[in-house]
């Protein structure tokens, strides 16, 4: 399971990185706590101008076309092709660019140029970018669960917190409804 997150600039996806672990760099991304975090150098994509007329006149504007085409801006195209090819893999995809209109274009344009259509997720937070602002929103802190099969319980599950425990298991169902009807309470 590949879990991108895509962010706006170099910078931010060092910070992220660093908040969350120990960094592996790689051309173009990095990889940390199994994230592969990358970035899109500001506006990797742009307006295609085939779509926009050689000339205009003030008396016809807006020009509206159709269909609004993109490409990928002809010195970025490297950065593009690097984050298409994280995509291609990706389970999931975080945009963590500016939490704004245009960072969320920058990151749309890009996942819709790269053909991506697997989960997308959202990196939002109006709090300053601080390592404990990073951990708690990507979940740094999650509880981890641990699973252990135990074919006597027939079905459902117990789930132990500390020192608490709550049976939801149908072999317990059973046996208390067989202790009920020995004590004739059914």
Do not use: C
């Not at 779509?51 to 195209?77: C, G, H």
Request: no cysteine; aromatic share 8%.
């Amino acid at each position: 399971m590949t879990k991108v997150v895509l962010t706006e600039k170099p910078s931010v996806a060092m910070d992220l990185g660093k908040a969350l672990g120990r960094i592996e760099r790689h051309d173009g991304y990095i990889v940390v706590a199994g994230y592969h975090i990358t970035w899109a150098i500001g506006h990797l994509v742009e307006i295609n101008e085939e779509i926009a007329p050689k000339q205009w006149r003030l008396n016809t504007l807006p020009i509206l076309p159709e269909e609004f085409l993109y490409k990928v801006t002809s010195d970025k195209i490297n950065q593009f092709n690097i984050i298409k090819g994280l995509l291609k893999k990706a389970t999931s995809v975080v945009i963590a660019t500016d939490a704004g209109r245009e960072g969320e274009l920058i990151a749309r344009l890009i996942l819709n140029l790269s053909d991506y259509t697997g989960k997308i997720e959202r990196f939002w937070t109006s709090e300053a970018l601080s390592a404990e602002v990073v951990k708690k929103e990507f979940g740094a802190n999650e509880v981890v669960i641990k699973e252990k099969v135990n074919n006597k319980l027939i079905g459902g599950f117990i789930l132990k917190v500390g020192d608490r425990q709550f049976d939801a298991s149908i072999s317990s169902g059973l046996n208390k409804l067989k202790k009920e009807f020995a004590q004739g309470v059914v």
